[in-house]
């Protein structure tokens, strides 16, 4: 059984930043980030490979946001730089268990409960 629980989340002025943790349990190979704003859908954020040489972030993201895993501890790290309003929401830690590659959404199937971020103008 995966479990997955996020950390970091909180409120930051716009052009701050913050890293959000995953701590994972269970049998997991690609790990990613989702997110979701009040009113919209389920956003994916990024993915990383299983062995975390390989990784993908969202163009709305991309430049501002890298993701990053230690193995060894079980975790997956979400840098979050250059904060906008807009990147307020939930953001979820996500795993697969069936792919070592998933740099899109459709491969993961498991989520953690999630963690608000909130940027302020």
């Known amino acids: 059984q995966v479990q997955l629980v996020e950390s970091g989340g909180g409120l930051v002025q716009a052009g701050g930043s913050l890293r959000l943790s995953c701590a994972a349990s269970g049998r997991t190979l690609a790990m990613g980030w989702f997110r979701q704003a009040p009113g919209k859908e389920r956003e994916f954020v990024g993915g990383i490979s299983k062995n975390g040489f390989s990784s993908y972030v969202a163009d709305s993201v991309r430049g501002r946001f890298t993701i990053s895993r230690d193995n060894a501890k079980r975790m997956v790290y979400l840098q979050m730089n250059s904060l906008k309003p807009e990147d307020t929401a939930v953001y979820y830690c996500?795993?697969?268990?069936?792919?070592?590659?998933?740099?899109?959404?459709?491969?993961?199937?498991?989520w953690g409960q999630g963690t608000q971020v909130t940027v302020s103008s």
């Open positions: 996500a795993a697969s268990t069936g792919s070592d590659y998933a740099f899109g959404p459709a491969p993961y199937n498991y």
